[in-house]
RNA sequence: UGGGAUGUAGCCAAGUUGGUGAAGGCACCAGACUUUGACUCUGGCAUUCGUAGGUUCGAGUCCUGCCAUCCCAGCCA
């Protein structure tokens, strides 16, 4: 994609000696999605992995829903991961694929088995299935049902198929070995029945094949080249190819592992994903907070962002929690050359200027983006009643504090130097109203004389002022290890409960009245926001953090404090 | 106590057949610049590659032992 990826990984160093020797012509990958669920930040590593390199070596790169499993999945998450791929911009052309579309393949593939005395129909239970499998340190035994004659297994599991027994009641399993050290070679099932219907072949099938049996007889059918998943497969390696050999398929696919994505303060378990959503702890798989990249669309990452990102972590084979840091850098890289900057005051404070005219109205000039000056420039008028952050004014403040405190000058961003007169206090002793003198000759924020004004800070003229609701997102999980629990305690324990802000009094420069979903801003010296689409839809206008701006002032006062 | 894998800075990660200098990024620290305490820029940040030995003129790269961590006993993927 850029620069970065001529860091070399190993996956890059097998394909290109694969190329090198002939071995392969064309770089062939797969996507392969079980639609069970919405896809995460974790499967866009994987998605760019397989992609990027079919990509990066001219080569192609399938789209293809590994759906062996009814009972799990949803046409719902066909649609989802589909929108978000494409999100991502990654395209497969006419390659979309589905492991249902083999299902005739598959099955006439285990009738040879069968016929070649590599398969059985076994009638053991699941649970003496487990039984006979052994352990991890002794080997497993042979089912009574293990050496039935070919014909007999040929009858029993044509009638599997058939529909003549009940959920559980036979499976076809790979006659391997029991005391193999690898429990996968330990005669594994290979199709199951499953009375249930099938979001693409309905009740066609009452038996489907197991992800070990299909995954290399897809990658195969496809021409699959380089077969890349995560770590966890390593084991199952073994067995991908003994299918692929005992079915004597010629140039077969060969698997690759990598290692997946694991971030700091998250989570990326499908299952607890789930949890977090049916236990209301976010309010659906697209809440900003969640790591999904429907999350994270909501929450204004860009494509950009994440692919940035998933290029620079890299690939290796080495267990790693990257550090969030990482991505909120990748999000501030992009959105800083993309995001139009405006004012926009989050907590507000009333600055009264008592020497500017009461009914006068300026109009000033502001950069769009100082880092993309070809997006020229917009108005924003400016009044005598204004609203800053309340931040930005302290009666009492530290040492090298360069804003708005008593008698001094501060710049109000491309409008005026003021300076700070006095200040009112309600009965409690909070701060509620600021009044200040500007100097005139100083419009725009430079003063004729040359004095300097250190500080400069961000205004809202009261009057204009639009008001939004604006969200403050932060880590959903108060530990980097949200599953480092107490003894019997969960994840649960780890939920930060500040992990969502909601301001409502926020007031905003007029021209964010049109900002519309998709548009990225920056908040001068705050952070990057977008409009919450959802919210959008119901004709309100909230905003979203996406990321914060780095505070190096917050992390000198933490310092001393 | 079976099998498979991995160990290079706080984090991610390059280090081709062993040969003077242990890439790069994030984070962090120091400084410059600044009408965003942002951005940008400059400098710093592993005498050492899990560990103990061995081979070698020379090892992160080869050999041996040990240690640590992860994965596997679904009719899930």
């Known amino acids: 994609m850029d620069e970065t990826s001529k860091v070399s990984n190993f996956i890059q160093d097998i394909i290109e000696e694969d190329l090198r020797t002939g071995k392969v012509n064309k770089v062939h990958t797969r996507f392969p999605p079980e639609p ?24 192609l790169c399938n789209l293809r829903f590994d759906d062996t499993n009814p009972t799990k999945e949803d046409i719902e998450y066909v649609d989802s991961i589909i929108e978000d791929i ?41 649970e003496e299935i487990r039984e006979y499998r052994g352990t991890l340190t002794e080997p497993g035994k042979d089912s009574p049902y293990r050496n039935r004659s070919i014909e007999e297994n040929l009858d029993l599991f044509e009638r599997m198929k058939n529909g003549e027994f009940d959920n559980g009641e036979r499976v076809l399993r790979a006659k391997i070995d029991m005391a193999s050290p690898n429990m996968n070679m330990r005669d594994p099932v290979i199709y199951r029945i499953l009375k249930a219907p099938h979001h693409r072949t309905g009740d066609k099938w009452c038996i489907y094949p197991m992800y070990d049996f299909a995954h290399p007889l897809e990658d195969a059918i496809e021409n699959i080249t380089h077969s890349l998943c995560s770590l966890e497969f390593e084991d199952h390696r073994p067995l991908y190819d003994w299918f692929l050999e005992k079915l004597e398929i010629e140039n077969p696919p060969r698997q690759f592992e990598f290692a997946r994505l694991n971030l700091t303060y998250t989570m990326m378990s499908k299952r607890k994903l789930r949890n977090l959503v049916e236990n209301n702890i976010v309010d659906s798989w697209d809440d900003p907070r969640m790591p999904t990249l429907s999350g994270l669309r909501r929450r204004g990452f860009t494509p950009a962002s994440i692919r940035n990102f998933c290029d620079l972590i890299g690939v290796s084979k080495t267990y790693s929690v990257v550090d969030y840091a990482f991505l909120e850098h990748c999000i501030r890289e992009d959105l800083n050359k993309k995001a139009l900057r405006v004012m926009a005051i989050l907590d507000p404070l009333k600055v009264i200027i008592d020497n500017y005219p009461e009914d006068l109205t300026e109009e000033m000039d502001v950069e769009n983006n100082p880092e993309a000056p070809e997006t020229g420039t ?62 005139p000759e100083s419009r725009g924020g430079s003063a004729p004389d040359g004095r300097k004004v250190r500080g400069t800070i961000q205004w809202v003229s009261a009057r204009h002022a639009e008001d ?19 003894e019997d305690g969960d994840y649960m ?64 006062v933490k310092k001393h404090s």
């Open 468 to 486: 939004a609701e604006v969200r403050l997102y932060d880590h959903l999980f108060t530990k980097e290890n949200p599953d480092d629990v107490s």
């Open 493 to 556: 324990e780890n939920i930060n409960p500040d992990s969502l802000i909601v301001l409502k009094n926020c007031k905003l420069e007029p021209s964010l009245k049109g900002a519309k979903p998709g548009e990225a801003f920056q908040f001068i010296r705050t952070g990057y926001f977008c409009v919450d689409s959802k919210e959008y839809k119901k004709g309100n206008l909230v905003f979203n953090r996406t990321v914060s701006l780095k505070d190096t002032w917050a992390k000198i």
């Open 86 to 126: 494409k999100w991502l911009g990654f395209d497969w052309e006419d390659r979309l694929y589905y492991a249902s579309d083999y299902y005739d393949q598959f099955y006439d593939y285990a009738v040879t088995l069968v016929k070649k005395g590599l398969a059985y129909v076994d009638d053991l239970t699941a």
């Open 36 to 59: 069970n669920g919405y896809l995460h930040i974790g499967h866009a590593k994987a998605i760019c992995i397989d992609f990027g390199m079919a990509e990066k070596y001219n080569g």
């Open 378 to 439: 917009r108005k924003v008028p400016f009044s005598r009643e204004l609203y800053i952050e309340r931040d930005d004014f302290q009666e009492n403040p530290p040492k090298k504090y360069f804003r708005l405190k008593p008698g001094a000058e501060v710049r109000l961003k491309n409008a005026y130097i003021v300076k700070c007169e006095s200040f009112v206090k309600d009965d409690d002793g909070n701060i509620i109203e600021v009044h200040c003198t500007y100097d």
